[in-house]
């Protein structure tokens, strides 16, 4: 058996619209940052017949997605060398990450089990870098590709339609910047619409081409501060690209709203805030009514205080983080 540990990660450039819906192709690129939790945990085995089971209800729409996600990544690794295949395996999925509340749980379970089809092909001799592992889980969820890798990830989109066209790289790994993500969830209710609804009409926005428009210099920023580490600059870009998201998704048809006035609230006392104290703290906001408050080490102390002073919501406090990892079974021993 493997087992293999992954985490959400959270976008400071979103990855909003795809070109191609079956294969999860971005119409922009994006820039994350991988975080060390909630944790998911995926243990796969051979089996005869490929099964899924989950600590957490699975629908038969999740069911038909994990199994067309295996079939995808089947037809990625062929067209690398014919000769490769991906065994039949059972999984099992143990998540800490609640899902539909903007906190990138299908990310975390997608890069999971891509991770854990690359150990088990390394056994057999077929070893993949990070790069193709990437290609794999992007085509779970486009946005698990950024979690394969630690640290601070981007992923290209490409131009064409082909299997392997985007792709996940690091910028920096999480040694570079330690920065932390209080995360504010003002309700643990799983969304109406999920995020691969909002890929598919992202386009029907009358904005949706502006904002294509702008994400190549937005996306350069965005790379530059962290190469940098100029929070300033991190926190400009970032925050008026999750504006500018939840702006195309209100205006897709149907319109999808997923922020809430908790959501306003929070990032209007958080602004306030950041300015009385001088605070490095920036805000965002996925796919949900979740706040994620990313901020540095000087700041740590003031927003977990306040983020713990809000009544009614939940409260998860990560970092920067390693991106999916191989658990080491208990037997193996490490030399020194």
Known sequence: MITVTSTPNIAFIKYWGNRHQELRLPTNDSLSMTLDSPIVE???????????????????????RLKIHRELAHRYLTSLQPEYALPTVSVSI???????????????????????????????????????????????????CRSIHGGFVAIHAG??????????????????????????????????????????????????????????????????????KDFEKLQHVTEEDAWNMHKIAETSTPSLCYLTQETYRITQEVAQLRTEKHLPVLFTMDAGPTVHLICTEE?????????????????????????????????????L
């Open 159 to 228: 131009l064409s339609d082909s299997i392997d066209a985007a792709i996940a790289v690091q910028i920096a790994d999480e040694h570079h910047w330690k920065l932390h993500n209080v995360v504010i969830a003002p309700s643990l209710q799983e969304k109406k619409y999920g995020s691969s609804e909002g890929h598919q009409i992202a386009h029907t926005s009358p904005f949706f081409t502006e904002r294509l428009q702008k994400l190549s210099k937005r996306q350069q920023e965005c790379i530059d501060a962290i190469c940098h």
């Open 42 to 64: 995926v243990s796969i085995e051979e089996t005869n017949t490929f099964s899924v089971t989950s600590n957490k209800e699975l629908t038969k729409k999740d069911q038909a």
């Open 299 to 335: 700041a740590c102390a003031d927003i977990r205080e306040y983020a713990h002073q809000q009544t009614g919501c939940a409260i998860f406090e990560t970092k920067v983080g390693t991106g999916a990892q191989r658990k080491a079974a208990k037997h193996e021993t490490w030399q």
């Open 94 to 144: 143990t998540s800490q990450v609640p899902a539909g509340i903007g906190l990138a749980s299908s990310a975390a379970i997608f890069s999971g089990i891509t991770k854990a089809y690359a150990e088990l092909l390394a056994q057999k001799g077929v070893h993949l870098t990070n790069e193709q592992v990437s290609i794999m889980a992007r085509l779970g969820s486009g946005s698990a």
